[in-house]
T-cell receptor
Framework: SQTIHQWPATLVQPVGSPLSLECTVE??????LYWYRQAAGRGLQLLFY??????ISSEVPQNLSASRPQDRQFILSSKKLLLSDSGFYLC????????????FGDGTRLSIL | SQQGEEDPQALSIQEGENATMNCSYK?????LQWYRQNSGRGLVHLIL?????REKHSGRLRVTLDTSKKSSSLLITASRAADTASYFC??????????FGDGTTLTVKP
């Protein structure tokens, strides 16, 4: 069966520090991969999605970047974190065909001090 | 702006009652999905309904879709305390991408 791993679960970082969040998927190949951010009490904002290795689409201008160095690995990064980068970050995957649900990791709670 | 908007924002009911949540959207869709999120966790997929479908069932869940009104509803029958969570609709307008609403927070009192 397919599983998705996202780590760390919580992270506290100072302003201006770098960031690297990792997400890996097991049990499937060529998945679509997604990074979302969720503000408290709100829905999900799509940050990046990827349909293949090295293929990244950015949905909103921001201080973050994403990379997909391997088929089932998706990394969210920042060179210098801002206070506004605080939030709950969720990684998800879906099968590479239409009309498929997304499957989410358990998220990373990022606090910027 | 959000493609999907849930209504109500919050709903509190007694165990055993039915819970109905609504979702409205603005543009044509390929499909609409409902997800559940327990506090501090990731989202769990509940049901996907395609644009050519009008109703789907899964256990105690019933989802309807009215494309003429650009709306969907999620009905949870015989609610349980364990159904307490936030529920989100997501609309898929381009294959592989979904737009989420802000959710309905459901509280089921034992």
């Amino acid at each position: 069966s397919q599983t998705i791993h996202q780590w760390p679960a919580t992270l506290v970082q100072p302003v201006g520090s770098p960031l690297s969040l990792e997400c890996t998927v097991e049990g499937t190949s060529n998945p679509n991969l997604y990074w979302y951010r969720q503000a408290a009490g709100r829905g999900l904002q799509l940050l990046f999605y990827s349909v293949g290795i090295g293929q990244i689409s950015s949905e909103v201008p921001q201080n973050l970047s994403a990379s997909r160095p391997q088929d089932r690995q998706f990394i969210l990064s920042s060179k210098k974190l801002l206070l506004s980068d605080s939030g709950f970050y969720l990684c998800a995957w879906s099968a590479d065909r239409g009309d498929q649900p997304q499957h989410f990791g358990d998220g990373t709670r990022l606090s910027i001090l | 702006s959000q493609q999907g908007e849930e209504d109500p924002q919050a709903l509190s009911i007694q165990e055993g009652e039915n819970a109905t949540m609504n979702c409205s959207y603005k543009t044509s869709i390929n499909n609409l999905q409902w997800y559940r999120q327990n506090s501090g966790r990731g989202l769990v997929h509940l049901i996907l309904i395609r644009s050519n479908e009008r109703e789907k069932h899964s256990g105690r869940l019933r989802v309807t879709l009215d494309t003429s009104k650009k709306s969907s509803s999620l009905l949870i029958t015989a609610s349980r305390a364990a159904d307490t969570a936030s529920y989100f609709c997501a609309t898929d307008t381009n294959a592989g991408k979904s737009t989420f609403g802000d959710g309905t927070t459901l509280t089921v009192k034992p």
